[in-house]
């Protein structure tokens, strides 16, 4: 043993090395191995919950990654957690494995979860403060996490002893500094550890954080008092223990309080009668998107992904960052190169040695790689920021560690389906025709129905077809919750997944939601589940009696039918009951039409689209015994259409739709225009039957584009409607007519101003549109076929060596 090594193990049996650290802090943590290497403790004493004693040495395990988490969760209500992340670059984790590979006890001291879990439920009390934690009491996990001595900003307000403050922002602005971080990196990150005295960061930090606490006495932190109780407790236990002394970790904040004296009688008295809750504890992936205070993590910092590097970078981390920087960009199809990297490292320096920095932070590095490497614009550097400042660095822990049975049946699905969870948001292409993809689809929709949103389902961009779908897969670490809590309905996913959706479906509000259940099982493979689905379907649908609900319902159901074919799914007992349900709404539509006001009116248009598009995929799939039910379906609209008590918004859709499905001649639909537009029929509802007809986004500007003799019809309308009635009826025009695309518009107006039913002899006359001729041009037309051939991959050998280049002959 060294003379260092001596004194300091001397210190420690008299008194507890009391090591104040800012949480996530590479400095710190810098500064904690260093203090550890010279004093040798006999133990290493940390801020953290003591359940988590036992899962300390998994921290040794090859397949330990950070950043992770201890994650504790009440038993018979997993949703209310608390997390405590931990870094790479973290001063618990540097003294966890510092104690592990030196063979040393490392105990965590802090209040237990059981209280900690318990203390959530107190009225006026914010779950997470003072917990240590990152508290998850609703399900976000975005309570208060690590108060004190990390830059927890809470606010102030108050007399001095209930302020709550950010000891950090405080002693910045003390020194001068507007900068709360940049102070931070000046003083520790950027000074190193003590030159001589690995104990000197250590002293310095307890002065000024003494100072602190005799002036803000808590800071506004309550509930630290009972927590600095209980830590002062468990070091006395550990000192009477140990005889070659402790090492304590914790946020600076405490330190005072720990070092102050106090009698274990009242340390006692304050942790007395503290509520408990079964709890139990694990180690779960974290990402370093969830350690920025972005995300709503109060002991967060703004850059993790820079602080790993400069924890990691054992030399030149500037160097080594602009590289880094540059990586990335050339990654996008960004010209930079090494002269790029050159060059903003100098800048870097220079900017430092402007602002009187001891080395270039990060402010200084995000202002060179702005001017140098992203040409001042602030897109890339928005990247770098988000790939790198902050980071998608997802954690790993070992199969060995404890989770619910139902986390184990996920991990052996993920493994199956070579389906890993990344941090980073990715979109994932599925082919349901393809073994792994269709179980692929079935364990992101069956973890849907669990609540665990691993995955979102988006708009396929190659394909509409249903044997494809498109996810976008991000994993956060507040799943790992989901996951617990959503194994109160099984051990493995298809039999949880089975239980929640039959428990979702008695506990249905409503018809709609019903039949969007059993869309959902249908897409995630859930035979078992259907029968009481189907069977509570089929009693709610029999006793609801609302045609918008029924209208409503129809759509999922049909939608459903769909996916027998690709998922191999009997869908006969579903077609039975979408036909039924069709049924009713045919038989209640035309009277639950009559008499609507505007908004029901535009409600129940959209029922009848929804109705229609639906009808049109039964028709192709009919039940047994139902036959095709489209005949039905179109007397329903010709009876919309032609009765005055339903509104014009409706009658102007029921014709629409005849007309586009071709079950309505053309000049029928403007003879019922023509009547419609008639100067007997008010003005107001004559502009509603003309949404319905051409408006919602169905096409019908085109429609008036094709056909000038309802586009005359409307000119001619809407030129003899009064002045006293125009303003009526404008900001229903407004509204049909500003949903078409800026080109059919265009169109619409130039047809309009040149008079509809002009088109022909215009064309005749060589006025036309501009930049067209009255006649085809054939021979230039036929130059560039080739070309055409060539991109719809339909040319040979030489008419592809004729086409050139593409885009030469165009």
């Avoid at 309505?664 to 003879?671: D, Y």
């Avoid at 919602?696 to 003799?709: I, K, M, T, Y």
Wanted: aromatic content about 4%; proline content about 7%.
């Amino acid at each position: 043993m060294t003379d260092g090594e001596r004194s300091g193990a001397g210190r420690l049996r008299a008194e507890p090395l009391l090591l104040g650290v800012r949480h996530h802090g590479p400095g710190s943590a810098r500064a904690v191995r260093a203090a550890l290497d010279e004093t040798r403790p006999g133990a290493v004493l940390i801020e953290g919950p003591p359940e988590a004693d036992p899962l300390i040495p998994l921290a040794a395990d090859e397949d330990m990654r950070p950043p992770v988490a201890l994650l504790a969760h009440a038993v018979d209500e997993p949703g209310r957690s608390a997390f405590w992340p931990l870094a790479e670059f973290s001063p618990e984790w540097v003294a966890i494995r510092w104690a592990l590979d030196h063979d040393i006890p490392a105990r965590f001291i802090d209040l237990p979860a059981t209280h900690t879990l318990a203390w959530q439920d107190e009225p006026g009390e914010n779950p997470g403060a003072g917990a240590g934690a990152e508290a998850d009491a609703g399900g976000d996990g975005d309570g208060d996490a690590r108060p004190g001595g990390d830059g927890d900003d809470r606010g102030a307000g108050g007399p001095a002893g209930d302020v709550r403050i950010d000891p950090l922002r405080v002693l910045a602005e003390a020194a001068g500094y507007d900068d709360a971080e940049r102070w931070w990196e000046d003083v520790v990150e950027h000074r190193g550890v003590g030159k001589g005295d690995a104990l000197a960061p250590f002293t310095a930090l307890e002065e000024a954080m003494t100072a602190l606490r005799d002036a803000y006495g808590s800071g506004g932190h309550d509930r630290d008092l009972v927590r600095e109780a209980h830590m002062r407790l468990q070091i006395r236990s550990a000192q009477r223990e140990f005889e070659d002394g402790v090492a304590v970790v914790c946020g600076a904040w405490h330190v005072p309080a720990l070092r102050r004296k106090s009698t274990v009688t009242a340390d006692r008295a304050v942790v007395k009668g503290l509520p408990k809750i079964r709890t139990d504890m694990t180690w779960v992936p974290w990402t370093h998107r969830r350690l920025a205070r972005v995300s709503g993590y109060g002991a967060g910092i703004d850059s993790p992904g820079w602080y790993g590097h400069l924890f990691a970078a054992r030399d030149r981390p500037v160097e080594r960052w602009m590289t880094k920087v540059a990586g990335l960009l050339r990654a996008e199809d960004r010209l930079v190169s090494s002269a790029h990297v050159i060059e903003a490292v100098r800048l870097a320096e220079t900017l430092a040695a402007l602002r009187g920095r001891p080395l270039p932070g990060l402010s200084e590095t995000t202002d060179a790689v702005r001017a140098v490497m992203c040409e001042g614009s602030d897109v890339p550097l928005a990247l770098v920021h988000d790939r790198l400042v902050v980071g998608d660095v997802l954690g790993e822990v070992p199969a060995t560690a404890p989770a619910v049975p139902l986390q184990r049946d996920l991990e052996r699905a993920q493994r199956r389906l070579r389906l890993k969870p990344e941090a980073l948001e990715r979109e994932l292409e599925l082919d349901l025709r393809k073994e792994t993809d269709a179980g692929r689809s079935r364990l992101l929709h069956r973890l849907r129905l669990l609540g665990v949103a691993w995955g979102e389902p988006t708009v396929s961009r190659g394909s509409t077809g249903t044997f494809r779908e498109t996810w976008r897969l991000r994993w956060e670490p507040e799943l790992s919750v989901r996951v617990a809590e959503a194994g109160v309905w099984g051990t493995t996913v298809p039999a949880a997944a089975t239980a929640k959706a039959e428990a979702d479906a008695v506990a249905a509000s409503g018809l709609a939601d019903v039949t969007g259940l059993a869309e959902r099982c249908l897409l995630a493979g859930l035979p078992d589940a259907l029968p009481t689905v189907m069977r509570i379907l089929a009693d709610r649908a029999a006793l609801d009696t609302d045609v918008g609900h029924l209208a409503q319902a129809l759509p999922a159901l049909v939608r459903s039918l769909r996916y027998g074919d690709v998922r191999g799914t009997d869908t006969a007992a579903l077609a039975e009951v979408a036909a039924g349900l069709a049924e009713r709404v045919f038989v209640g539509l035309p009277p639950a039409c009559a008499g609507l006001d505007a908004d029901a009116a535009d409600e129940m248009r959209r029922h009848i689209d929804a109705v229609h598009g639906a009808v049109g995929l039964l028709g192709d799939a009919p039940a047994p015994g139902r036959g095709d039910l489209r005949p039905r379906w179109q007397s329903v609209l010709r009876t919309l259409s032609a009765r005055d008590t339903v509104p014009g918004v409706v009658r102007g859709r029921s014709v629409r739709l005849l007309l586009d499905e071709g079950d309505l001649a053309q000049e029928e639909a403007a003879r019922l225009m023509g009547l419609v537009l008639s100067p007997g029929t008010p003005p107001a509802d004559a502009a509603a039957w003309i949404e319905g007809f051409v408006g919602g986004g169905s096409g019908g500007g085109l429609l008036l584009v094709h056909d000038e003799r309802l586009l005359g019809l409307v000119d001619r309308w809407l030129t003899a409607v009064p002045a006293e009635a125009f303003t009526d009826v404008l900001p229903l025009l407004r509204r049909t007519f500003s949903a078409y695309e800026p080109g059919v518009r265009r169109t619409l107006g130039e047809l309009v101003r040149r008079g509809p039913g002009t088109r022909g002899s215009a064309a005749a006359a060589g006025a036309g549109t501009p930049g067209f001729a009255a006649d085809l041009d054939t021979g230039r037309a036929d130059a560039v076929l080739p070309v055409v051939r060539l991109l719809l991959g339909l040319a040979g050998d030489e008419e592809a060596a004729d086409a050139g280049p593409v885009g030469v002959a165009g």
